[in-house]
């Protein structure tokens, strides 16, 4: 193979390697009357942490992110193992800023740090494990969505786009927050998961074009996005105007909602679940948005590392 | 703080600011019937992959090194998450060893990877967790050693030591295959459990005085090893000397043998589940070796990460 690939790309010849995996936010092992959901992400400052970032916002993101695939399987979180590469520059104020941010994450989600491993790195590494349990007949996939079902969204979308977009530009925002502190949808999924209304779910960490593209794969369906429905984060047409802010929303990663599908019968129950917006439906095919009558199709672009081969 | 500080000395300082960690070879987390056991570990190029590994061999080293921790527990393994932070120069060919290597070591011990996170990295950089259960009553633990208790250990000592050695001195050796193909003691441990006589376990993965100053430290006991007891590795005297066989059985890292303490009505029972060798007993306090009725204190020395602070 010439030059790099994709993330997605080397995970399905990485599958073939290992005999097959799930295509998941998290890995689902059998735990006699649950499941146990865990999920593993490697973060690093060159690709995860902006400049801006504080040491103790990078100890929380790197637990909300993890905690963000607990919630995607619909789970409660039962802790985080850390394991953190630390470069020769962290002094003792960094040390305990990070650590501080990892704890506080974890609280704030009902949860802990249960230990890790520490260890000497060129660069901050920092690989977060989250673990969580299930009830089985409550457990949330990323297969499960069918045409006519209600597709949907929690939170805004383009935040963390638009966070980045201010930050880069000189630009006052509150979504400067929004990407450098964001917040799991625990509570948001649980209850989700509890209406019985939902078929299908997964965060949309790199952005909804993509996740809208592992839905379509693993469920076998389309999607057909309402442009005009889209959440757009607060105050981000007014910065970066209309059709940047749906490239945001569509292609920028870094925000944490979850993004899923509702049998339409399920609407009132979900509601009842949390906030959410209707933002399309499940098609039998392709990825379409809609405005004003006309359809264009969705690219699979979003935030994919990308690996040298 | 002034300087590094090891890595011991960092856990200390991270378990405050978290609020307590348990202090086990894994996290222990309650599952209703059972208990789930969890451990992760972050190996990188520079420190942990010496240069005539081949990346199977590295796959391999990163999944046995968490599976060591699943067998310290006693517990079943249950699978086996994959951090991998990949450099630019990863072609297709070590990618698909590497995770062979991950693939085929799970598979060898029963078990299999579950899924994980890829990502570009500077550094070639695995972060392993694996996760098990255990039956509440067969849990072991580091804490338990009671003075009168017999010392033991599985398999030999000093082979990862000796086979540094070897590479670095040019010498042929097959503990050079130990080093670089470690093997963790999952079915011993487990037949160890069951036996019903093991009152604390840990695995020597930092050397053996490592080993007894943290089981000392948690079980609050002392460590009397029978110098002349110690079952070097194979080759190993002759290879480096009496006294450097005897330095690297207590000091060098990288072996996988499981250490652990007996109530002494309970031999019989523990020979019978594993080979095992008594290597001293729990005593009330210090950490000693005795050699034809001389006794010298341990020194705290082992393999620990130096982190910069």
């Given amino acids: 193979m010439n030059g790099a690939i994709g993330e997605r790309d080397l995970i399905r010849r990485i599958s073939v390697i290992l005999g097959g995996l799930e295509n998941d936010d998290c890995a689902v092992i059998d735990a006699g009357e649950r499941y146990l959901v865990a999920s593993t992400d490697m973060l690093h400052q060159k690709t995860d942490f902006p400049d801006i970032m504080n040491p103790w916002q990078m100890g929380w993101m790197a637990v909300a992110v993890?905690?963000?695939?607990?919630?995607?399987?619909?789970?409660?979180?039962?802790?985080?193992?850390?394991?953190?590469?630390?470069?020769?520059?962290?002094?003792?104020?960094?040390?305990?800023?990070?650590?501080?941010?990892?704890?506080?994450?974890?609280?704030?989600?009902?949860?802990?740090?249960?230990?890790?491993?520490?260890?000497?790195?060129?660069?901050?590494t920092i690989t977060g494990t989250s673990l969580g349990f299930v009830e089985k007949e409550l457990i949330l996939r990323r297969r499960g969505a069918r045409a006519g079902d209600l597709l949907c969204t929690t939170g805004s979308l383009g935040a963390a786009g638009g966070g980045l977009w201010a930050w880069q530009n000189g630009a006052k925002s509150e979504l400067i927050t929004s990407l450098l502190e964001p917040e799991p949808r625990l509570k948001e999924a649980r209850a989700l998961a509890k209406s019985g209304s939902v078929t299908a779910m997964m965060d949309n960490s790199d952005g909804l074009a993509l996740?809208?593209?592992?839905?379509?794969?693993?469920?076998?369906?389309?999607?057909?996005?309402?442009?005009?429905?889209?959440?757009?984060?607060?105050?981000?047409?007014?910065?970066?105007?209309?059709?940047?802010?749906?490239?945001?929303?569509?292609?920028?990663?870094?925000?944490?909602?979850?993004?899923?599908?509702?049998?339409?019968?399920?609407l009132e129950a979900a509601r009842r679940a949390c906030d959410l917006t209707v933002i399309g439906e499940v098609v039998e095919e392709g990825i379409w948005?809609?405005?004003?009558?006309?359809?264009?199709?969705?690219?699979?672009?979003?935030?994919?590392?990308?690996?040298?081969?």
């Fill in 66 to 124: 993890n905690l963000s695939d607990i919630a995607a399987m619909g789970a409660e979180p039962a802790g985080v193992l850390i394991a953190a590469g630390l470069p020769p520059e962290a002094d003792q104020y960094f040390i305990d800023e990070l650590f501080s941010g990892f704890g506080d994450c974890a609280a704030l989600y009902g949860t802990r740090i249960l230990g890790g491993d520490t260890d000497s790195h060129l660069e901050l």
């Fill in 211 to 266: 996740s809208l593209s592992d839905l379509s794969e693993v469920s076998g369906v389309g999607f057909l996005v309402y442009q005009d429905k889209l959440p757009l984060a607060p105050g981000l047409v007014e910065m970066v105007g209309q059709e940047n802010a749906i490239d945001m929303a569509l292609s920028a990663g870094g925000d944490y909602e979850l993004v899923f599908t509702l049998r339409s019968s399920g």
């Fill in 289 to 309: 948005m809609e405005r004003a009558g006309k359809r264009r199709q969705i690219e699979r672009l979003g935030y994919e590392h990308r690996i040298g081969l």
